[in-house]
């Protein structure tokens, strides 16, 4: 380990934790990694050892590495071993809370100047702080899932968090190989919220049968995307999918945009979760679903205005996140092409289409259901009138 390399703390040794503990210790920190679950310690431990194999057998890490970077994290389930950490990041249950009351008792622990954060994907970062003696020096951290792969890391400082802290933890991330971007404490931050008509439209369009998942599927990834949305969902698994649309909706006082979906819903009651329980939206054989996707077209008009409803309500999702300063416009594009590999920003792509484009099918699906959820952001309004784009 470099000298003068502060030590982090993580807590929390399940997927997320042992993860962020991984990448840590890669960046050549010492850290320590706690969990009140002994059973969960050992659990990390082996699937560390397993990956570092795999990685030595493929040539990405030497037999140093692998011996450096697994030696470089104590694992303990006594949180007062955290009291050398100049930073701790928690990946515990996702639970208000349990939460709050960990960082209570972390303070008591800790320098009063080390740095806490939280990797909650949903719960309100600055509800968290509010709780703190020192809530200056808290914020959210939000990997994603598996941390050591993916890029995109949402730093969320809380309205209390003091932004020298931010920046500091801005530059630990990108020393770490990380993609941070800064997002304001809202519902969902940046990827939970813009993704949401990524499923939620698509939904709507099978729920009224205009067309089936394996057409909506095929034309999204006609359009660029990986998987299509019902491929994805069942992928991420219906339960935490829809929770995530639930917890976004009720965060934002029931706003019809965010409406989860009844036939994911049903879908949930049923146990038709998804990959991990055989069945979801498709149907699955040792995880690997049974019949393949579909890429044929039932005509290209079809998939035309199929990617033209769901992307238009991406963009829109992305300009009103632009409007309420959620992000800077660049942090928008990197959470989107990084954090969940979108095949462009949605900023870049409406600008393709240009501004009015968009405005028009949300406008045409507004008097079409008269639904709010529809409702074209302000921003797009004032693009479309000056014939201007976003600047990026
Ligand atoms: P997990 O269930 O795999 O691991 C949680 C670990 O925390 C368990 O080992 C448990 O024993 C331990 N734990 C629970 N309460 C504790 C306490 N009071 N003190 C010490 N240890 C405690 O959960 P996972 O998936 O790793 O998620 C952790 C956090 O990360 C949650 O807040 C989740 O919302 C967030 N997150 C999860 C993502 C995912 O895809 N799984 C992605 C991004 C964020």
Known sequence: METGMSTIGVVGAGAMGS???????QAGHAVVLVDESESALAKSAASLSKIAERLVGKGKWSAADSERIQ?????????????RCEWVVEAIVEDLGVKQSLFQTIETIVATNAVLATNTSSLSVTAIAGQLKHPDRFMGLH??????????VEVIPALQTDSSHVDRVKTMMNDWGKSPVIAKD?????????????????????????ATKRTIDAAMRNAGFRMGPFELMDL????????????VFEAFYNDPRYRPSLIQKQHVDAGWLGRKSGKGFYEYEEGKPTAAPSNAPANSDQFDWIIKRIVAM??????????????????LEIAMTKGVNYPKGLLAWCNEWGA??????LESMQIRYGDDRYRPSPVLRDLAAQKSEFTL
């Open 314 to 331: 991406l963009m829109n999702e992305a300009a009103d996140a632009y409007y309420l300063n959620i992000a800077s416009a660049q942090d």
């Open 143 to 152: 990997f994603f899932n598996p941390a050591p792969l993916m890029a995109l």
């Open 71 to 83: 030696s470089a994290i104590v694992r303990t389930s006594k949180l007062e071993q955290l009291a």
């Open 19 to 25: 993860g962020i503990a991984q990448i840590a210790a």
């Open 236 to 247: 991420i698994g219906n339960d935490v999918n829809y929770a995530v649309s639930c917890t």
């Open 356 to 361: 009015k484009v968009t405005l028009n099918v």
């Open 186 to 210: 809202t519902p969902g931050f940046i990827v939970n919220r813009l993704a949401r008509p990524f499923y939620g439209e698509a939904l709507r369009i099978f729920e009224e049968g205009l």
